[in-house]
């Protein structure tokens, strides 16, 4: 009989590669990507997406495009991870579940020490910055494009504002206690500056650099 031979380390595709050096970025050193609270996830299901940013070109749309190759270079990478679920714990004794929704995002290759807005938005990315579509609202303003700053804020939409470091990399987190509706949410944006919160202006934050498709669930 020949000795059993000892199991190769699977080989990466390469297509995959380029994703995976963005969510080592967000995996934490636990097997989770996310912040451990000492709350508990129960039935929960995790959505991942990431690229690389391209250009949008007339052939085939990519799933991360760039608008402003200046700010958001080509090459730049974006890996987005969301978490849903049911979260119980949290609080001392209480068992009850309530439904949640994290995302993270991961960013690496763009201009270092540089603010970013970032944000959920409700269609999949195009041709165009505008075809992603407005913010996602757990609750619409019937007023729209909504800059009131009791429908565009940080709990009612999914901020996901960011800070590179020196060497251009940053990641940024989302936590809230409601669910996307179904096909409501498609896309994270990144943009110009970091998001506004007052009157009039709430939510906007600049020009709309990049964008990463995402099946939200
Ligand atoms: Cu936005």
Known sequence: MKPVKLMKPARIPRRASAALAVTALLTSPATSAFAQDGTRWVKTEEVRAAGVFVPPSPARLATALTYDVKLVPVGARIAVVER????????????????????????????????YGAHVHTEPCGRTPEDAGPHYQNVKDPEQPSTDPAYANRENEVWLDFT???????????????????GGAGSVVIHEHGTATTPGEAGTAGARLACLTVPFE
Do not use: I, Q
């Open 164 to 182: 590179t470091d020196s060497g251009g990399r940053a990641a940024s987190e989302s936590r809230h206690t409601w669910r996307f509706r179904p």
């Open 84 to 115: 849903v679920g049911d979260r119980a714990g949290g609080h001392a004794g209480r068992e009850a579940a309530d439904s949640a929704t994290d995302v993270r995002l991961g960013v690496s290759g763009l201009l270092p020490n540089r603010m």
